[in-house]
T-cell receptor, first 116, second 117 residues
Framework: AQSVTQPDIHITVSEGASLELRCNYSYGATPYLFWYVQSPGQGLQLLLK??????LVQGIKGFEAEFKRSQSSFNLRKPSVHWSDAAEYFC??????????????FGRGTQLTVWP | DVKVTQSSRYLVKRTGEKVFLECVQD?????MFWYRQDPGLGLRLIYF???????EKGDIPEGYSVSREKKERFSLILESASTNQTSMYLC????????????????FGPGTRLTVT
């Protein structure tokens, strides 16, 4: 069965520092991978997605993620974090099979705190 | 821009009440989803629908039902609300591959924070 693991429940970084949020997935076929961000009290906003092609994908707000098939990973990175990046981040893998087409499986999320 | 709206941002109900949460999307998406979000548990899928009048159980359907009479609207129903259904409820929608418009990325509404007392 498909699953997503985000090993870090909570990460704290200083403003201006680099950031890497980890995501590992379990999926039998070529995965469709996503990162979403959720600000307090809000819905989820898509940061970036990977379907195929270049394994390094660029997203909004200066984020990027790298798909590594050999490690079943899709880690999110940002070279310099801003205070406004404080939020919860969710990794997800998409299902493209049969009656569950379009379903996403989410990790439990990583809460990011940014120190000024 | 895709817009997914939910009928209420905050809702307070009493135990045993019947509760309706409404979700409307304006992008002609075939698939719609209801999740609940609890701290430390991430998003858990309650029900989803890939067409009008169609529904599929997700991972935690117990205590919930859904209705999809029109393509743009997907309702979540708590037949008899209980305190353990206090949570944030998120609705999402996406294109289906059957329409030829393969999207997969889900678009989310702002959420409804439901408190059952």
């Amino acid at each position: 069965a498909q699953s997503v693991t985000q090993p870090d429940i909570h990460i704290t970084v200083s403003e201006g520092a680099s950031l890497e949020l980890r995501c590992n997935y379990s999926y039998g076929a070529t995965p469709y991978l996503f990162w979403y961000v959720q600000s307090p009290g809000q819905g989820l906003q898509l940061l970036l997605k990977y379907f195929s092609g270049d394994t390094l994908v660029q997203g909004i707000k200066g984020f990027e993620a790298e798909f590594k098939r050999s490690q079943s990973s899709f880690n999110l990175r940002k070279p310099s974090v801003h205070w406004s990046d404080a939020a919860e981040y969710f990794c997800a893998v998409g299902d493209d099979r049969g009656s569950t087409l379009g379903r996403l499986y989410f990790g439990r999320g990583t809460q990011l705190t940014v120190w000024p | 821009d895709v817009k997914v709206t939910q009928s209420s941002r905050y809702l307070v109900k009493r135990t045993g009440e019947k509760v309706f949460l409404e979700c409307v999307q304006d992008m002609d998406h075939e698939n719609m989803f209801w999740y609940r979000q609890d701290p430390g548990l991430g998003l858990r899928l309650i029900y989803f629908s890939y067409d009008v009048k169609m529904k599929e159980k997700g991972d935690i359907p117990e205590g919930y039902s859904v209705s999809r009479e029109k393509k743009e609207r997907f309702s979540l129903i708590l037949e008899s609300a209980s305190t353990n259904q206090t949570s944030m409820y998120l609705c999402a929608s996406t294109y289906s591959g059957t329409s030829g418009r393969l999207g997969y990325e889900q678009y989310f509404g702002p959420g409804t924070r439901l408190t059952v007392t």
